[in-house]
């Protein structure tokens, strides 16, 4: 598959994923809208955020910091914790795991372990942590079924 179509598959994820825009209290990001927040970006409007501008920031923030260089599905699973949980722990899991296509189920049991630990260590998080987990069960899936 071509990279500019990986790259479309994933976004595709993401976007859905992601959703439009949200402004929760309790949300560290502060208000976000498919995923770009405002602690991330504080230079934007993010409420006026376009699809487009938001796939943009994602090509050079979140897919050519490391997912380019990956192969399917491991770049999916980069990519995804990049936007969810930052470039940084996305880089972080993929130091744990070799980096081959078959580490993706590891990477992603890394990403439980460190949303339960979010949970542990901060229980106002709890509000989320069905959700993300939901998100790693739907990731999963969305890999079998390719």
Not at 46 to 58: C, E, F, G, M, S
């Amino acid at each position: 598959m071509a990279a500019k179509e990986e790259f479309e598959k994933c976004v595709a994820f993401v976007l859905e994923r992601e959703g439009g825009y949200v402004k929760n209290p309790k949300d560290p990001g502060g208000e976000t809208k498919y995923g770009i927040s405002k602690r991330a970006y504080p230079f934007l409007t993010i409420k006026h955020l376009t699809v487009d501008q938001a796939k943009r920031i994602y090509y050079t923030d979140y897919w050519l910091r490391g997912a380019q260089s990956l192969e399917w599905p491991l770049n999916l699973c980069f990519f995804d914790c990049a936007v969810n949980q930052g470039t940084k722990k996305a880089r972080e899991f993929l130091a744990i795991v070799n980096s081959t296509k078959s580490d993706w189920r590891k990477y992603l049991e890394l990403r439980r372990e460190h949303y339960r630990f979010i949970v542990k260590s901060r229980p106002s998080q709890k509000v989320f942590e069905k959700g993300w987990m939901n998100r790693i069960s739907e990731l999963e899936d969305f890999i079998n079924k390719q």
